[in-house]
């Protein structure tokens, strides 16, 4: 049906801004997080510390893009309320099992995985139901649900800070568990419009039937050349996207140390990303097709511009202005995602088109940070780290470039096909009206003659 661009909808646009904000305010924290794993499990003998601990930040990041792909399935399986309240419920779990452990190694699961996991579960189905209420304003709705993770992203700095100083680590882990319950009760608000695999299939009766297996994983989004390029350009971009989040903390302690408030980098990080969010979003509806993209492009250009940048900057005041210029970008860059990939593939197969993207997201997002920890335990220095985070993201908006003329041939070539068509139907109807005259002819003329 065609979506109704309201309604409901304006409910299922704040439950799903909350999924964001929980989901990506959690992990956009994980700086404070970290610098507290640091000092709780940490001793001065391990030479690879910062390596080790990186780990849990970086793999829960990576794991929630992992598993996108399977979780585009079971969307398209079972509709996105189950899948995004079973994943709530599992990143609860998670959440609540990291409070309880002694060593950094059973973070790897319970943080790094079990919580990843669900967390990817409850989000991905909170993309997907916006297309159900929403076309012509999209992009707007999409910044602001993108725009949750920001106000998080903002808040909870501050507030972690406040209770690991006051009840540690453990007993705030706890307290984020609330968010992660008021998303459990959000995913009962993703009510679809669109009947889900089991409706169609099990009829009257709702006997469950699994569909063939080219409906489950749907591989024929890469058959499309805008969408291929674009699958694996973005990834190549964000081999040094996550560095800044998970190891800027440190970096300003290492700098600066405890004489600036280092928090107040994810405050501009998350206010301006915010902005960056509503505006771009809404600028997004008025560029047509494909042409979005290039929103992208000049995303990933300034994010590396300013990850350079970072060690360049000796007065904090300046990393602050960087901090404001990378936090823009970067709302910039998230909440056009789903508008692109509605472009590129069409509404019927953008689960798993935003599903794979994410998987294929999770390898550099996951890689990242623990190779910039690396350097920073042997040279002690995050300077190297910081440059070498800043090229893949121009290396990646160079590839995306060629995305909207790809685009464009492809649908030229596909207007090009019925056009073919009907000219060989047309001439085929010209042929049979000629020889049907021409046998008329002298059939009439011995007819007069008689």
Known sequence: PEPPEGGWGWVVMLAAMWCNGAVFGIQNSCGVLFVSMLRLFGSSEDKQLVFKTAWVSS??????????????????LFGCRKVAVIGAAVGLVGLLSSSFVSTIEPLYFTYGILFACGCSFAYQPSLVILGHYFKKRLGLVNGIVTAGSSLFTVSLPFLLRVLIDS?????????????????????????????????????????????????????????????????????????GYFVPYVHLMNHVKDRFGDSVPEEVLLLCLGITSGVGRLIFGRVADYIPGAKK????????????????????????????????FMGLFDGCFICIMAPIAFELVGAQDVSQAIGFLLGLMSVPMTVGPPIAGLLRDKLGTYDVAFYLAGVPPLIGGAILCFIPWVHERQKLKERAKPVDGETTEKMLENESTLVLDTTEKPVKELDSGF
């Open 167 to 239: 009840v540690d680590l453990y007993n705030t882990l706890r307290v984020l568990c609330i968010l992660m319950f008021v998303l459990f009760l959000a995913g009962f608000t993703y009510k679809p419009l669109v009947p889900d695999t089991k409706d169609k299939e099990g009829g009257k009766k709702g006997k469950f039937k699994l569909p063939p297996a080219k409906k489950i994983c749907n591989f024929s989004v890469f058959k499309v050349p805008s969408y291929r390029i674009w699958a694996f350009g973005i990834p190549a971009a964000l081999f």
């Open 59 to 76: 793999l829960s990041m990576g794991m929630v893009f992992f598993c996108s792909p399977i979780v585009s399935i079971f969307t398209d």
């Open 293 to 324: 993209i290039y929103l992208q492009v000049a995303s990933f250009f300034f994010i590396g511009l300013m990850s350079m940048m970072i060690p360049l900057c000796n007065v904090f005041g300046a990393l602050v202005a960087v901090c404001l």
